[in-house]
């Protein structure tokens, strides 16, 4: 294996066998030129992002060297976590991201995550992985990243997951989810509390009814059974029919009122505890 190219002390493009790769390993450019041979014991990680090679490359000429190593030590702690790899490009996507996060908060700058209280409680163990990375951050650099952070980070992880999906459609679902929660706090005038218990099944279930809806695998309820729902909990179904409304109004989503009677169920174990 010989090095094409030097992008840092850490990381090197090198050709194997006629492909080119991307080698991390500490140190493991230290005195080395182009075309010198690479010792092997040095790499750590070996990537081969053919879509995303050159931009990993680019990324890597320049974030800071200590930005690429706490990512890397994000990610790393995050597959021991979840017990599962992650998306190779998640080094791309991470890095990329937390190395402008920590520039913008050196700078003064901090922007509120609006989807915060969804995305902990939607993908709490993506989340408390992200809170063990602004301590690490805070620890290595001295940087105090705000807590709206962790989500930030949460929703890398999620979508860098084998069944993650992509981070734009992971981002819309949750502000769907986070809309539908304010028509709820609006329409019955509540203050909900985001760690407890009714809040986050009500959550977990929209994520579903969201799902369904895109696949079109609605719940199936008798007829009776939703009948007696309208007349035993008549507040809790009028706004579950007020949240359809706001998802055929902005988002082009139908629920039909099976689904409803589902959502009412949650809604009225929810309103109770908060009243």
Partial sequence: MKIKKILNNNAVVLMDNGEEKIAIGSGIAFNKR???VINVSKIEKLFVMKEENERFQK????VPEEHFA?????ISY????LGSKLNEHVYVALTDHLSFAIERVKEGVRLQNKLFQEIKALYKREYDIGVWAIRLIQERL???MPIDEAAYI??????AKIQGGDLHETVRQTTIISDMVQTMKEFLNITIEDDDISYQRLITHLRFVITRVHHYELHTMDQEMLEMIKKKFPLAFKCSQEVAKLLKLHYELILPNEELGYISLH???LRQ???
């Avoid at 990324?59 to 320049?62: K, T, V």
């Avoid at 995050?78 to 976590?81: P, T």
């Avoid at 949460?154 to 979508?159: R, V």
């Fill in 78 to 81: 995050a597959e021991e976590y």
């Fill in 59 to 62: 990324l890597l000429l320049q």
């Fill in 34 to 36: 182009k075309n010198d």
């Fill in 142 to 144: 001295n940087v105090i």
């Fill in 273 to 275: 505890r908060m009243s």
């Fill in 154 to 159: 949460a929703l890398h992880i999620h979508t």
């Fill in 267 to 269: 809604i009225e174990r």
């Fill in 70 to 74: 706490i990512s890397e030590a994000i």
